[in-house]
Protein backbone atom coordinates (compact mmCIF):
# COMPACT_ATOMS: atom_id res chain seq x y z
CA UNK A 1 0.00 0.00 0.00
CA UNK A 2 1.71 3.27 -1.26
CA UNK A 3 -1.03 6.43 -0.26
CA UNK A 4 1.13 9.85 -0.79
CA UNK A 5 -1.07 11.48 1.98
CA UNK A 6 -1.69 9.10 5.25
CA UNK A 7 -4.84 10.55 5.52
CA UNK A 8 -6.30 8.98 2.80
CA UNK A 9 -5.90 5.48 4.49
CA UNK A 10 -8.72 3.89 6.33
CA UNK A 11 -8.14 3.21 9.99
CA UNK A 12 -9.64 0.61 12.17
CA UNK A 13 -9.85 1.92 15.82
CA UNK A 14 -9.71 -1.17 17.73
CA UNK A 15 -11.00 -1.31 21.12
CA UNK A 16 -13.12 -3.04 23.84
CA UNK A 17 -12.17 -6.29 24.75
CA UNK A 18 -12.53 -8.24 27.36
CA UNK A 19 -10.06 -7.19 30.40
CA UNK A 20 -11.06 -4.91 33.52
CA UNK A 21 -9.90 -2.27 31.07
CA UNK A 22 -12.78 -2.61 28.45
CA UNK A 23 -14.55 0.89 29.39
CA UNK A 24 -11.28 2.77 29.47
CA UNK A 25 -10.19 1.25 26.43
CA UNK A 26 -13.59 2.67 24.93
CA UNK A 27 -13.05 6.17 25.91
CA UNK A 28 -9.50 6.28 24.79
CA UNK A 29 -10.82 4.56 21.02
CA UNK A 30 -13.63 6.98 21.40
CA UNK A 31 -11.09 10.33 21.47
CA UNK A 32 -9.00 8.86 19.05
CA UNK A 33 -11.35 8.36 16.34
CA UNK A 34 -12.22 11.84 17.22
CA UNK A 35 -8.57 13.19 16.96
CA UNK A 36 -8.01 10.95 13.46
CA UNK A 37 -10.68 12.56 12.12
CA UNK A 38 -10.02 15.96 12.83
CA UNK A 39 -6.50 15.31 11.61
CA UNK A 40 -8.21 14.94 8.14
CA UNK A 41 -9.05 10.96 7.88
CA UNK A 42 -11.97 10.20 5.98
CA UNK A 43 -12.45 7.36 7.17
CA UNK A 44 -12.68 5.50 10.72
CA UNK A 45 -14.32 2.96 11.98
CA UNK A 46 -14.36 2.02 15.54
CA UNK A 47 -14.31 -1.94 16.07
CA UNK A 48 -15.24 -3.46 19.39
CA UNK A 49 -12.62 -6.54 19.43
CA UNK A 50 -15.13 -8.78 21.72
CA UNK A 51 -17.77 -8.85 19.33
CA UNK A 52 -18.32 -12.01 17.57
CA UNK A 53 -17.83 -10.96 13.88
CA UNK A 54 -15.30 -8.78 14.68
CA UNK A 55 -12.52 -10.93 12.35
CA UNK A 56 -15.08 -10.29 9.81
CA UNK A 57 -15.84 -7.54 10.05
CA UNK A 58 -12.11 -6.37 10.31
CA UNK A 59 -11.20 -8.49 6.75
CA UNK A 60 -14.40 -7.09 5.15
CA UNK A 61 -13.18 -3.48 5.98
CA UNK A 62 -10.06 -3.83 4.16
CA UNK A 63 -8.69 -1.25 6.40
CA UNK A 64 -5.13 0.11 5.44
CA UNK A 65 -4.05 0.14 9.32
CA UNK A 66 -5.52 -0.72 12.60
CA UNK A 67 -4.74 2.06 15.54
CA UNK A 68 -5.09 -0.06 18.64
CA UNK A 69 -7.04 1.42 22.05
CA UNK A 70 -7.13 -1.37 23.75
CA UNK A 71 -5.23 -2.02 27.45
CA UNK A 72 -4.89 -4.43 29.66
CA UNK A 73 -5.21 -8.55 28.87
CA UNK A 74 -5.57 -9.29 25.09
CA UNK A 75 -5.20 -5.37 24.17
CA UNK A 76 -1.65 -4.94 25.53
CA UNK A 77 0.20 -8.44 25.82
CA UNK A 78 0.54 -9.08 22.55
CA UNK A 79 -2.49 -11.20 21.47
CA UNK A 80 -4.17 -8.55 19.07
CA UNK A 81 -0.63 -7.78 18.02
CA UNK A 82 -0.56 -11.49 17.00
CA UNK A 83 -3.39 -11.56 15.46
CA UNK A 84 -2.77 -8.41 13.27
CA UNK A 85 0.75 -9.56 12.02
CA UNK A 86 -1.14 -12.57 10.50
CA UNK A 87 -3.48 -10.65 8.50
CA UNK A 88 -0.67 -8.60 7.40
CA UNK A 89 -2.10 -5.62 9.01
CA UNK A 90 -0.02 -2.54 9.90
CA UNK A 91 -0.90 -1.05 13.51
CA UNK A 92 0.29 1.69 16.03
CA UNK A 93 2.52 0.61 19.01
CA UNK A 94 4.64 -2.11 19.90
CA UNK A 95 4.69 -5.84 18.69
CA UNK A 96 3.98 -8.79 19.72
CA UNK A 97 7.43 -9.03 21.82
CA UNK A 98 7.77 -5.60 23.21
CA UNK A 99 3.73 -6.01 24.16
CA UNK A 100 4.46 -9.52 26.00
CA UNK A 101 7.63 -8.43 27.36
CA UNK A 102 5.93 -4.82 28.95
CA UNK A 103 3.07 -6.57 30.40
CA UNK A 104 4.75 -9.46 32.57
CA UNK A 105 6.67 -7.06 34.78
CA UNK A 106 8.84 -9.73 36.26
CA UNK A 107 10.40 -10.27 33.35
CA UNK A 108 10.29 -6.60 31.84
CA UNK A 109 12.47 -5.87 35.28
CA UNK A 110 15.30 -8.65 33.91
CA UNK A 111 15.58 -6.36 31.01
CA UNK A 112 15.38 -2.97 33.07
CA UNK A 113 17.93 -4.42 35.19
CA UNK A 114 20.22 -5.66 31.98
CA UNK A 115 19.94 -2.25 30.97
CA UNK A 116 20.89 -0.11 34.06
CA UNK A 117 17.84 0.87 34.92
CA UNK A 118 17.37 0.52 38.74
CA UNK A 119 14.20 -1.04 39.91
CA UNK A 120 12.40 -1.85 43.11
CA UNK A 121 13.34 -5.05 44.96
CA UNK A 122 10.91 -7.59 45.11
CA UNK A 123 9.67 -11.24 44.61
CA UNK A 124 7.28 -13.13 42.15
CA UNK A 125 5.15 -15.62 43.20
CA UNK A 126 2.13 -17.86 42.45
CA UNK A 127 -1.19 -16.34 42.21
CA UNK A 128 -3.20 -19.39 43.68
CA UNK A 129 -0.53 -19.60 46.66
CA UNK A 130 -1.80 -19.18 50.23
CA UNK A 131 0.28 -16.99 52.01
CA UNK A 132 1.31 -18.42 55.53
CA UNK A 133 2.46 -15.97 58.42
CA UNK A 134 5.83 -17.58 58.46
CA UNK A 135 6.05 -16.52 54.51
CA UNK A 136 4.76 -13.15 55.21
CA UNK A 137 7.00 -12.53 57.61
CA UNK A 138 9.99 -13.43 55.59
CA UNK A 139 8.33 -11.09 53.06
CA UNK A 140 8.76 -8.32 55.17
CA UNK A 141 11.99 -8.88 56.69
CA UNK A 142 13.07 -9.50 52.89
CA UNK A 143 11.43 -6.32 51.58
CA UNK A 144 10.43 -4.29 54.60
CA UNK A 145 7.01 -2.45 55.57
CA UNK A 146 5.20 -0.95 53.42
CA UNK A 147 4.98 -3.31 50.43
CA UNK A 148 2.88 -3.25 47.62
CA UNK A 149 1.30 -6.47 45.68
CA UNK A 150 0.65 -6.19 42.17
CA UNK A 151 -0.45 -8.47 39.69
CA UNK A 152 2.27 -9.48 37.84
CA UNK A 153 0.70 -9.00 34.48
CA UNK A 154 -1.85 -6.17 34.44
CA UNK A 155 -2.44 -2.07 33.77
CA UNK A 156 -4.73 0.33 35.82
CA UNK A 157 -4.01 -0.74 38.97
CA UNK A 158 -6.48 -3.06 39.26
CA UNK A 159 -5.88 -5.77 41.86
CA UNK A 160 -2.69 -3.52 43.52
CA UNK A 161 -3.06 -3.19 47.28
CA UNK A 162 -0.47 -1.02 49.50
CA UNK A 163 0.42 -3.28 52.46
CA UNK A 164 1.84 -1.61 55.91
CA UNK A 165 1.64 -5.31 57.88
CA UNK A 166 2.72 -8.19 57.66
CA UNK A 167 -1.19 -9.75 58.68
CA UNK A 168 -2.37 -7.86 55.33
CA UNK A 169 -0.34 -9.91 52.95
CA UNK A 170 -2.35 -13.04 52.61
CA UNK A 171 -5.64 -11.05 51.71
CA UNK A 172 -3.24 -8.41 49.22
CA UNK A 173 -1.57 -11.69 47.60
CA UNK A 174 -5.32 -13.23 46.95
CA UNK A 175 -6.72 -10.29 45.69
CA UNK A 176 -3.69 -9.98 43.05
CA UNK A 177 -4.24 -13.80 42.06
CA UNK A 178 -7.17 -12.73 41.26
CA UNK A 179 -6.44 -10.76 38.11
CA UNK A 180 -3.67 -13.42 36.80
CA UNK A 181 -1.25 -16.13 36.93
CA UNK A 182 1.67 -14.77 38.67
CA UNK A 183 1.68 -11.98 42.04
CA UNK A 184 4.69 -9.40 42.24
CA UNK A 185 5.14 -8.11 45.61
CA UNK A 186 7.48 -5.35 46.12
CA UNK A 187 9.48 -2.49 48.24
CA UNK A 188 7.77 0.49 48.60
CA UNK A 189 10.37 3.13 46.78
CA UNK A 190 8.83 6.51 48.81
CA UNK A 191 9.88 9.66 46.71
CA UNK A 192 8.18 11.92 43.88
CA UNK A 193 5.93 10.01 41.50
CA UNK A 194 6.67 10.53 37.68
CA UNK A 195 5.42 8.93 34.45
CA UNK A 196 7.45 9.94 31.54
CA UNK A 197 6.23 9.27 27.89
CA UNK A 198 8.37 8.27 25.17
CA UNK A 199 7.84 8.88 21.28
CA UNK A 200 9.03 7.32 18.15
CA UNK A 201 10.37 4.59 16.43
CA UNK A 202 13.88 4.17 15.47
CA UNK A 203 14.68 7.96 17.38
CA UNK A 204 12.86 7.46 20.23
CA UNK A 205 12.71 11.19 22.40
CA UNK A 206 11.03 11.69 26.15
CA UNK A 207 8.38 14.30 26.25
CA UNK A 208 7.95 16.33 29.15
CA UNK A 209 8.06 14.52 32.74
CA UNK A 210 4.47 14.61 34.36
CA UNK A 211 4.60 14.90 38.22
CA UNK A 212 1.78 12.70 39.80
CA UNK A 213 -0.13 13.89 42.60
CA UNK A 214 -2.82 12.27 44.41
CA UNK A 215 -3.17 12.62 47.87
CA UNK A 216 -3.59 8.57 47.75
CA UNK A 217 -2.20 5.84 48.81
CA UNK A 218 -0.68 5.52 45.44
CA UNK A 219 -2.11 6.00 41.58
CA UNK A 220 -4.84 3.92 41.29
CA UNK A 221 -8.00 3.47 39.01
CA UNK A 222 -10.12 6.29 40.47
CA UNK A 223 -7.41 8.33 40.75
CA UNK A 224 -6.30 8.12 36.76
CA UNK A 225 -9.32 8.73 35.36
CA UNK A 226 -10.04 11.87 37.30
CA UNK A 227 -9.51 15.37 35.23
CA UNK A 228 -6.25 15.27 34.44
CA UNK A 229 -5.64 19.18 36.06
CA UNK A 230 -5.59 17.46 39.53
CA UNK A 231 -3.36 15.60 39.47
CA UNK A 232 -0.76 16.34 36.94
CA UNK A 233 2.13 18.57 37.25
CA UNK A 234 4.08 19.37 34.03
CA UNK A 235 7.01 20.07 33.79
CA UNK A 236 7.74 17.72 36.79
CA UNK A 237 9.56 19.51 39.81
CA UNK A 238 12.57 18.01 39.44
CA UNK A 239 16.71 19.09 39.64
CA UNK A 240 17.55 18.99 36.29
CA UNK A 241 19.81 16.17 36.51
CA UNK A 242 17.21 13.79 38.31
CA UNK A 243 15.09 15.39 35.38
CA UNK A 244 17.34 14.80 32.39
CA UNK A 245 18.03 11.05 33.88
CA UNK A 246 14.63 10.26 34.44
CA UNK A 247 14.18 10.96 30.17
CA UNK A 248 17.14 9.05 29.39
CA UNK A 249 15.96 5.84 31.74
CA UNK A 250 12.65 6.52 29.98
CA UNK A 251 13.84 5.97 26.42
CA UNK A 252 16.54 3.21 27.61
CA UNK A 253 13.86 1.52 28.83
CA UNK A 254 11.62 1.84 25.65
CA UNK A 255 14.36 0.94 23.39
CA UNK A 256 15.22 -1.97 25.76
CA UNK A 257 11.90 -3.86 25.58
CA UNK A 258 11.59 -2.96 21.86
CA UNK A 259 8.69 -0.77 22.25
CA UNK A 260 7.72 1.59 18.88
CA UNK A 261 5.46 4.61 18.62
CA UNK A 262 4.74 5.07 22.34
CA UNK A 263 5.42 3.81 25.53
CA UNK A 264 4.59 5.51 28.62
CA UNK A 265 7.75 4.60 31.84
CA UNK A 266 6.50 5.10 35.47
CA UNK A 267 9.23 5.99 38.43
CA UNK A 268 9.84 6.91 41.63
CA UNK A 269 12.69 9.09 42.07
CA UNK A 270 14.28 9.01 45.71
CA UNK A 271 15.20 11.75 47.73
CA UNK A 272 18.64 11.08 46.33
CA UNK A 273 17.79 12.03 42.98
CA UNK A 274 17.57 8.24 41.93
CA UNK A 275 14.56 7.34 39.12
CA UNK A 276 13.48 3.97 40.17
CA UNK A 277 11.35 2.36 37.32
CA UNK A 278 7.97 0.73 38.02
CA UNK A 279 6.83 -0.01 34.77
CA UNK A 280 6.33 0.52 30.82
CA UNK A 281 3.47 0.70 29.45
CA UNK A 282 3.27 -0.04 25.65
CA UNK A 283 -0.25 1.57 25.31
CA UNK A 284 -0.70 4.50 27.66
CA UNK A 285 -4.21 5.90 28.21
CA UNK A 286 -5.25 7.98 24.97
CA UNK A 287 -8.13 10.08 26.18
CA UNK A 288 -7.04 13.94 25.39
CA UNK A 289 -6.29 14.41 29.34
CA UNK A 290 -4.22 10.93 29.74
CA UNK A 291 -0.95 11.34 31.18
CA UNK A 292 0.81 11.04 27.42
CA UNK A 293 -1.60 13.55 25.33
CA UNK A 294 -1.17 16.00 28.43
CA UNK A 295 2.60 15.92 28.18
CA UNK A 296 2.41 15.89 24.47
CA UNK A 297 0.39 19.07 24.42
CA UNK A 298 3.14 20.73 26.35
CA UNK A 299 5.81 19.96 24.01
CA UNK A 300 3.06 21.58 21.34
CA UNK A 301 1.89 18.93 19.73
CA UNK A 302 -1.95 18.24 19.75
CA UNK A 303 -4.10 15.50 20.35
CA UNK A 304 -5.27 14.89 16.57
CA UNK A 305 -1.31 15.87 15.31
CA UNK A 306 -0.49 13.33 17.76
CA UNK A 307 -2.83 10.41 16.43
CA UNK A 308 -1.40 11.24 12.77
CA UNK A 309 2.12 10.39 13.88
CA UNK A 310 1.07 7.23 16.06
CA UNK A 311 -0.26 6.11 12.62
CA UNK A 312 2.64 7.37 10.39
CA UNK A 313 4.86 5.32 12.46
CA UNK A 314 2.66 2.34 12.29
CA UNK A 315 3.23 2.58 8.50
CA UNK A 316 6.87 3.49 8.74
CA UNK A 317 7.65 -0.12 10.80
CA UNK A 318 5.04 -1.97 8.56
CA UNK A 319 7.04 -1.28 5.54
CA UNK A 320 10.90 -1.87 7.45
CA UNK A 321 9.29 -5.37 8.07
CA UNK A 322 8.28 -6.07 4.98
CA UNK A 323 11.45 -4.91 3.42
CA UNK A 324 13.70 -7.35 5.38
Not at 33 to 49: K, N, P, T, W, Y
Not at 97 to 102: E, F, I, R, T
Not at 118 to 137: K, L, M, R, T
Request: glycine share 8%.
Amino acid sequence: MEKTDVTQCSVAVLAGGWSDEREISLASASACSRALQEAGFSRVDILDVAEKDFVSKLVAGDYDVCFVAMHGRYGEDGSIQGLLEIMHIPYTFSGVLASAVGTEKEVAKMIYRSAGIPVPEGVDIPGDQEVSDEQANELVQKLGLPLFVKPAANGSSYGVSRVTAADQIADAVKKAGAEGDRVLVESCIEGTEISVPVIGNDAPRALPIIEVVTGADFYDSTVKYEPSELHHVIPARLPEESYKRAQGLAVAAHKALGCRGASRSDFIVKADGTPVILETNTIPGMTESSLLPDSARRDGIEFPQLCKMFVEWALEAYAERSAE
